[in-house]
């Protein structure tokens, strides 16, 4: 298409243009992608301003460069590129169900769940989220939980033309207030819960949830907002709303239901109330943190009326999340697990979770990320050490940070005398494995699905998974 076309489909007003019209081969917010006949937008990040590549984008051949100094008042750049990459791309969302799930943990899960749901009711889902991006049995690398404005139209537009029904979205904080998402008509969006995460970006937990809450201010009468209803943000995300309300819950009464919950070490059951529907359901995911994954799972399965015998099969068949309390087989008699936990809460439901199926000790092996939300490390450390038996202070991904500054201020929160710091994450791992006795719980958090670490600015091949194998062999 023209740029004038573009611009006329996209809503932009760029009457300021006087270089003439031309055919629009691309849009791009990266300078180094940008070739000839691109639209370059430049982009002001958190970490990078698209406008210092401006020259490089055009020495690349940008037919126009749009810049935040030659949009119209009220728009940004962000949310310039997510209009110009939709029109672009013909507005592919439109021919997409898309489902939505923020929160600041559980997203993952829930996508897994949704994609075994669509799957039973015959339906070909794709997914988009922190482990990979994958549809029509391909699977693609994740470079954001949620990718940027001009790959997600990109995204969509490949979906919609090799015949995929509905995307399944984990929407991060970041993507939210980065208008990553920006005109994208969600059919419906679930709200896992909300704990302090990404305070290094928000700066304080009244805009975390600000974020978040965009995806549901955002959706239209027509859609589903499914609600945690245990979460104290409920009644102001229900208040906001205006989509349909579907809620589920454990302790409030919500419209879904778990009630009668037994934990296993190896499954989960408990009876399930659903509108017009009760049963009992066995599940092998663990702890209660996972029960409110199903049921949210089941909220959103009520909304697509999806059948109620689909709904129990999918889910009651469903295996594991790669990375999400992921078993290791020890053949020594005590358990292994590699779970992405790397938040207190995260590490409070996860440790609580195994507690309630361990007959002997829980030894946990963490440690914090660098560069990032440096207050939760004090809280991590007291809430591993007062829930677990021993735990070990490890390396995560230290980035630019040094690894025993890191270790320094986890260790200040910790008020009991049962840990040790062992910064080489793999001699971490194999200290944790000699530590185990039978009937004990090895728990390796952080990392999950991760296969690296990132030390220096540089990836490292490291899986949590294959190190723990070959420490157990």
């Known amino acids: 298409m023209t740029l004038t076309e573009l611009l006329k489909k996209s809503g932009l007003d760029l009457s300021w243009y006087k270089g003439g019209d031309f055919i629009v081969k691309g849009v791009s917010c990266d300078s180094r992608q940008t070739q000839d006949g691109f639209v370059f937008i430049a982009v002001k990040g958190s970490l990078l301003d698209g406008s210092k590549f401006i020259e490089e984008a055009r020495r690349n051949g940008a037919g ?17 590129a997510s209009r110009l990459a939709a029109a672009f791309y013909g507005f592919p969302a439109k021919k997409l169900r898309i489902t939505g799930i923020t929160g600041t943990n559980g997203k993952t899960t829930v996508t897994y769940l949704l994609e075994a749901l669509l799957k039973e009711a015959g339906k070909n889902p794709a997914v988009t989220g922190t482990i990979n991006y994958r549809f029509n049995n391909k699977i693609f690398p994740s470079n954001n939980t949620t990718p940027g404005p001009v790959q997600l139209q990109e995204l969509f537009s490949r979906m919609a033309k090799s015949g995929v029904t509905d995307c399944i979205m984990e929407v991060s904080s970041h993507a939210l207030d980065q208008a990553r998402t920006a005109g994208v008509d969600f059919g419906a969006a679930i709200f896992t819960n909300l704990t302090s995460d990404h305070l290094d970006y928000h700066k304080t937990r009244a805009n975390y949830f600000q974020a978040k809450a965009k995806l549901f201010k955002g959706l239209s009468r027509k859609s589903f907002a499914i609600i945690n209803n245990d979460d104290q943000c409920a009644p102001l995300l229900k208040k906001i709303s205006s989509a349909r309300i579907i809620t589920y819950g454990i302790d409030k009464v919500s419209m879904v239901m778990a009630k009668d919950i037994k934990f296993g070490p190896g499954c989960t059951e408990f009876s399930l109330k659903a509108p017009g529907k009760e049963s009992r359901m066995k599940v092998k995911l663990i702890g209660r943190h996972n029960v409110y994954n199903v049921l949210a799972a089941v909220a959103w399965a009520v909304s697509r009326k999806i059948a109620f015998l689909r709904i129990k099969r999918a889910l009651e068949n469903f295996a594991y999340v790669p990375g999400r309390l992921e078993r290791i087989e020890s053949g020594k008699g005590f358990s292994v697990f590699v779970d992405y936990a790397h938040t207190e809460d995260a590490l409070n439901n996860v440790i609580s979770s195994l507690r309630q199926v361990s007959t002997g000790r829980i030894i946990v092996v963490f440690g914090c990320g660098g560069d990032r939300d440096k207050g939760k490390r004090p809280k991590m450390g007291r809430v591993v050490t007062e829930l677990a038996d021993y735990a070990l202070i490890t390396s995560d991904n230290p980035r630019s940070e040094e690894p025993d500054s890191i270790a320094g201020q986890i260790v200040r929160g910790i008020r009991r005398n049962n840990y040790t710091v062992i910064l080489e994450r793999r001699q971490a791992i194999r200290n944790s494995l000699q530590l185990a006795k039978g009937g004990d719980i090895v728990l390796i958090a952080g990392k999950g699905h ?23 062999k």
Do not use: H, N, W
């Not at 126009?64 to 310039?80: C, F, M, N, Y």
């Not at 991760?450 to 157990?472: M, N, P, T, W």
């Open 450 to 472: 991760e296969a690296y670490q990132i030390i220096k600015g540089k990836k490292i091949d490291f899986d949590d998974r294959e190190v723990a194998k070959s420490c157990l």
């Open 64 to 80: 126009i460069v749009v810049s935040q100094e030659v949009l119209p008042k009220g728009i940004d750049t962000r949310l310039a």
